[in-house]
């Protein structure tokens, strides 16, 4: 790279620098890519990608006020802009020292009048992407498509009333897998943005469902016809921008791929800040996924608890970090998946080194998370208690409910010969003070 070329000079390669003291933000001070934890390295289990919109599109625009974050490689007319975003992002990954991105359609390229032009576009920029993926090693987590922020898409795209949006919606996609095939990405994901509703009255629930989970199975189709190997993944959020969104929450995402058999072709992407927004802890939709064995990759960001929007916040707290890390390990990974940052800068930091500090912190707290997570699951402590507590279930009575063999009448002749069962502690504050220990 030609020294004009540089947008982040004075800045080189991330160092670790395990004893680095309290001021120095500019090193990771837990991350350490090549360190081995239960048979993979940190980097394995991490799987880290920068996003494309946020970190390089974002401007720091509100509802409220205008552009607070002036980016050297935002300027010109909209191609000369994205050949400079290209680079400045991949001049960003490398220095950062991740090994994965992830973007939508619309923020590699800009849309132009037609489908053709939008797709002459993409396919301009993203041959330059293939070119410095090819030169850095870095490579696509994972693609998506902008199916939400054209007025055509106001009413929806696969749930629009109208078909002829959802042809254009369609057509999108199709393209969109082409770029996924031609940049090796290992997933694509599917943000319903619109897909819900405001208004009940003038909405035929049945019939957009029904359209979403066909226009999935084409999407399905073309991806096996193209010889596309990545996963494909839902990514639930409750409401933003729709009132109502249908991809909900985990649990109503896998109830929808159940119903319309969808199940094997798909897994979620969570992201805490919509499971959050859903009403739920931080953590519960990384856990019910992965307890379904659907959790596919992560949106690591997080919201402030007390608002009720998406913030899109760097995840900084090492509590929320050691139990997604916890799950994670004990799925056994989350390849092909990884953890996305699909956080911003808040639109007070108007720095560009404070890109390089929110991915360092947010990274190093993850690789905090990892690192107490395996101290927890290495010392067996609390998996013990926990296996002690459901151990009425590996013999006798347990064991035929557990396998899905005891009738009614089993369970009331147990009852019958054993009377009340005793009382048993629960011990939350227990298990609480021992997770406490570690992080
Ligand atoms: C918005 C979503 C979006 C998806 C990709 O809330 O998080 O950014 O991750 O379309
Ligand atoms: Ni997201
Ligand atoms: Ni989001």
């Not at 090819?134 to 939400?148: A, D, E, H, K, P």
């Not at 409750?238 to 791929?257: G, N, R, T, W």
Request: charged share 20%; aromatic share 12%; proline share 4%.
């Amino acid at each position: 790279m030609s020294a004009q070329e540089e947008f982040f000079a004075g800045i080189s390669k991330i160092p670790y620098v395990p004893n680095a003291g309290p001021a120095d933000v500019m090193c990771f001070k837990h991350y350490n890519a090549e360190e081995v934890f239960m048979g993979k390295t940190m980097g394995d289990w991490l799987r880290f990608s920068v996003c494309y919109w946020h970190s390089f599109c974002g401007t720091g625009a509100d509802p409220f006020g205008f552009q607070t974050l002036h980016r050297p490689w935002n300027e010109g007319t909209p191609m000369e802009a994205a050949k400079k975003r290209v680079r400045a992002a991949f001049e960003f990954f490398t220095k950062l020292g991740v090994k994965y991105y992830t973007f939508h359609d619309r923020d590699m390229a800009p849309e132009g009048s037609t489908l053709e032009e939008s797709n002459r576009n993409l396919d301009e920029i993203t041959d330059v992407a293939l070119q410095l993926q090819n030169q850095t090693g870095v490579g696509v987590l994972w693609v998506t498509c902008n199916l939400f922020a054209h007025s055509r898409y106001m009413n929806g795209a696969a749930t629009n009333p109208d078909c002829h949006v959802l042809a254009y919606a369609g057509a999108q996609v199709k393209k969109g897998l082409d770029i996924a095939k031609k940049l090796g990405a290992q997933n694509f994901v599917f943000w319903g943005g619109r897909e819900g509703f405001h208004s009940i009255l003038n909405s035929d629930v049945g019939a957009e469902l029904k359209h979403m989970a066909n226009f999935f199975k084409m999407a399905v189709q073309y991806k096996e016809k193209i010889g596309l190997n990545c996963q494909f993944l839902i990514e639930p959020k409750p409401k933003e921008p729709c009132k109502h969104q249908y991809d909900y929450d985990a649990m109503s995402v896998i109830a929808f791929l159940k119903h319309y058999d969808l199940e094997k072709h798909f897994k979620l992407n969570i992201e805490p800040n919509h499971t959050t927004l859903a009403g739920h802890s931080y953590e519960h939709d990384i856990v019910m996924a992965s307890s379904f064995g659907m959790l596919g990759s992560v949106d690591s960001n997080t919201g402030s608890p007390d608002l009720g929007w998406d913030t899109d916040q760097f995840p900084m707290d090492i509590r929320n970090t050691t139990l997604v890390m916890k799950t994670i390990i004990e799925q056994g990974g989350i390849q092909p998946g990884g953890l996305n940052f699909d956080a911003k800068v808040r639109r007070e930091s108007t720095d560009l080194v404070d890109l390089f500090i929110a991915h360092i912190g947010a990274m190093d707290a993850f690789a905090r998370g990892l690192r107490n997570a395996v101290r927890i699951i290495q010392d067996g402590l609390l998996s013990g208690l926990v296996k002690e507590r459901y151990s009425s279930y590996s013999h006798g009575l347990g064991q035929r409910v557990d396998d899905g063999s005891a009738t009614l009448e089993d369970l009331e002749a147990y009852i019958k010969q054993n009377g009340e069962p005793k009382v048993t502690s629960g011990k939350q504050e227990k298990y609480e003070t021992i997770f406490n220990h570690y992080i």
